[in-house]
């Protein structure tokens, strides 16, 4: 059972990227899966959910308006749109899956049941 990323890179303040994440091995049917981050330093955060069943997402404030999350066409990969980007959100992005979400979901990486290697999202000022 495994994530795959894809998507990272270098960017400029204000620009785009997509990441994507795909599973190997299992499928994302009922899952919830979520994006982290970690900047070298700091904690690992969480920056957006999307439950499998029904849709609803969830966002850290840091990125409300600013990221997306959604389900692919083939529903077995799921986005983070991220546009308007800034210096700040430099930090290696993983992919994550669980079956239940914590309240804390944001601040509780241990919770979660499966990850991708991760991939590095590069701003620049």
């Known amino acids: 059972v495994q994530l795959v990323e894809s998507g990272g890179g270098l960017v400029q303040a204000g620009g785009s990227l997509r990441l994507s994440c795909e599973p190997s091995g299992f499928t994302f049917t009922n899952y919830i899966i979520g994006w982290f981050r970690q900047a070298p330093g700091s904690e690992r955060e969480g920056v957006a959910c999307i439950r499998r069943d029904g849709g609803a997402t969830y966002y850290a404030n840091s990125v409300k308006d600013r990221f997306t999350i959604s389900d692919g066409n083939t529903k077995n990969t799921v986005y983070l749109q991220m546009d308007n980007l800034k210096p700040e959100d430099t930090a290696v992005y993983y992919c994550?899956?669980?079956?239940?979400?914590?309240?804390?979901?944001?601040?509780?990486?241990?919770?979660?049941?499966?990850w991708g290697q991760g991939t590095q999202v590069t701003v620049s000022s």
């Open positions: 994550a899956a669980t079956y239940w979400l914590s309240p804390d979901w944001q601040t509780t990486p241990t919770l979660w049941d499966f």
